[in-house]
């Protein structure tokens, strides 16, 4: 119950406006550290990787909040992947933005369901049988678009889905 009270400030805070603690933050170091949670967290059931990018990935952007997008797709990429699968992390540098990648090898979204993942309390059906309440993705969607971003989504059943943040070098102005 705390968790979805939690999640449900989070989202109107979102939706109010709430201002974003923008800094110069390396997005590789906090990709490392939301794996190095879910490494934790996964407690030897499946593999949580992170493929470190060849140089600093500098952006503007709010360290707390980014870091909690990154938290709740590896969650999801953990939740969804049977023991024994693995989960990778990603980031890398393109000419106006940067980008964080988690692609896992779980069960997959119905091709029906992608454009329905990111509402709130919308569970796919793989999602019926675990633990949550449906408002994940739509906290990591409002922080990524506060950001001037997005999250892009490819996904197959059966063989696993990627999910990429893409965050803009620079907040947009206000």
Not at 14 to 23: F, R, S
Not at 25 to 35: N, T
């Amino acid at each position: 119950m705390r968790g979805l009270v939690e999640s449900l400030l989070t989202l109107t805070r979102g939706d109010e406006g709430a201002p974003l603690d923008a800094g110069r933050h390396d997005l590789g170091e906090i990709a490392k550290e939301a794996v190095e949670t879910a490494r934790n967290n996964a407690d030897g059931r499946l593999s949580v990787e992170f493929v470190p990018p060849d140089q600093k990935l500098m952006a503007t952007l709010d360290r707390g909040r980014i870091l909690q997008v990154a938290s709740i797709l590896l969650d999801n990429a953990v939740k969804y992947t049977p023991e024994g699968g693995t989960v990778t992390v990603g980031v890398r540098g393109r000419p106006d933005r940067v980008e964080l990648e988690v692609s896992d090898d779980g069960v997959g979204i119905r091709e029906d369901e992608l454009p329905l993942i990111f509402e709130r309390f919308h569970r796919a059906d793989a999602a019926l049988t675990v633990d949550g309440a449906g408002l994940g993705l739509s906290i990591a969607r409002q922080i990524a678009e506060a950001h001037g971003g997005t999250i892009e989504v490819t996904s197959k059943v059966g063989t696993g889905s990627a999910f990429v943040l893409v965050l803009p070098l620079r907040q947009p102005s206000a």
